[in-house]
């Protein structure tokens, strides 16, 4: 069987989905295969957490999502996604950026948005000092650049955003103040995706909890007595 690669040209799918995924299957060149998803679907400004041990197939996961695929996997099944642009925030803020361009004149040309739509992005995600605006990213810490990350995905505006491992890389008081921007400045129309090996992060973010074991995806219920997230 071909991929189905339909997409809407604006807008959200049917019943203000944001993506949709049927009988998806990621198979390695041997025919093994990797990644086996019967059915899932993901809603306009769902903030969807995944877990599970290293191996099953987290990153296979947010590939499938994104309609990209490593080189010499085969996609089979049907994925039906209302967009054509995607924000990604990888596990090193640097990762996403250009290391030696300034990070203002980056965020605008990148963006294509005003300088003081980029100044106000940066200032959400506690960058306010133009020093740090005129510096490259190579000369940022890690939290610095994680949360320039964060400003490039929301400036983006792409309404499915996908953070592989987001803050593995940060100590505790960084990743808690990159989870509460996550919750503070990704639009509510935007869609969020983080994979992740820390609790933390789905018990601070996540209003779906969604987890892999050897390739198959189960959806974790909220526990009982637990206010869903708006
Ligand atoms: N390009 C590839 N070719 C062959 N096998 C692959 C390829 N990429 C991933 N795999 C296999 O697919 C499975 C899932 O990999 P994936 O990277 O999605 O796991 P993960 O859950 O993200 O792991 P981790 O938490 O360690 O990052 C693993 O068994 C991996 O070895």
Redo the contacts with the bound molecule.
């Keep these: 069987m071909s991929p189905s690669l339909t997409r809407a040209s604006s807008g959200l799918l049917e019943d203000g989905r944001c993506i949709s995924l049927r009988g998806a299957r990621?198979c390695?060149?041997d025919g093994?295969r990797?990644?086996s998803i019967e059915e899932l679907d993901v809603a306009a400004g769902e903030r969807v957490v995944v877990t599970?041990?290293?191996?099953?197939?987290?990153?296979?996961?947010?590939?499938t999502l994104a309609g990209r695929?490593?080189?010499?996997?085969r996609f089979t099944g049907e994925r039906r996604a209302s967009f054509t642009r995607l924000g990604t925030i990888p596990q090193r803020g640097l990762d996403a950026l250009h290391p030696l361009s300034p990070l203002g004149r980056q965020l605008r040309k990148v963006t294509g948005r005003r300088p003081d739509e980029v100044v106000s992005a940066l200032a959400a995600v506690g960058l306010t000092d133009p020093d740090l605006r005129r510096r490259r990213p190579a000369e940022l810490s890690g939290g610095q650049a994680q949360r320039a990350a964060v400003a490039l995905a929301v400036l983006t505006g792409a309404p499915l955003v996908l953070a592989?491992?987001p803050t593995s890389a940060l100590d505790h008081e960084a990743r808690d103040r990159v989870l509460e921007l996550f919750d503070s400045v990704i639009g509510e129309q935007q869609t969020l995706v983080v994979?992740t090996?820390d609790p933390a992060v789905a018990e601070a973010l996540a209003t779906r909890h969604l987890t892999?074991e050897a390739?198959v995806l189960a959806e974790i219920p909220a526990r009982s007595g637990e206010v869903a997230r708006p």
């Design positions: 990621v390695a060149g093994r990797l990644l599970g041990p290293s191996g099953s197939g987290k990153s296979l996961l947010l590939s695929w490593p080189a010499g996997l592989d491992e994979v090996h892999l390739g």
